[in-house]
């Protein structure tokens, strides 16, 4: 009965700016860790970036300086800040969660595309 509700992609020229959230509900009492990850086609799922409960993040070099993930713990929420996109960035992004009591859970995904 857990369920991560994905929003935010879309289509933006390079240089862009875009904000994705996350929000996870259901049977969920503490989430550890949030993160984000992403997968182009042809190309294998990869990290993007991740945030602890006590908020210690991590980040793909890729994404480094451009993109800053956030979170609200007491609503189990994530976010993700993109800036200066590039089309590289193209992509589904994935948000995933892993709760306290140990099971993980996936996101649909949200569509990003970056034009030239």
């Known amino acids: 009965q857990v369920q991560l509700v994905e929003s935010g992609g879309g289509l933006v020229q390079a240089g862009g700016s875009l904000r994705l959230s996350c929000a996870a509900s259901g049977s969920i009492f503490s989430i550890n860790v949030m993160g984000w990850y992403r997968q182009a086609p042809g190309k294998q799922r990869e990290l993007v970036a991740t945030i602890r409960r006590s908020g210690n993040t991590n980040y793909a070099d890729s994404v480094k300086g451009r993109f800053t993930i956030s979170r609200e713990n007491t609503k189990n929420t994530a976010y993700l800040q993109m800036n200066s996109l590039k089309p590289e960035d193209t992509a589904v992004y994935l948000c995933?969660?892993?709760?306290?009591?140990?099971?993980?859970?996936w996101g649909q995904g949200t569509q990003v595309t970056v034009s030239s």
């Open positions: 995933n969660a892993v709760s306290a009591s140990g099971p993980s859970f």
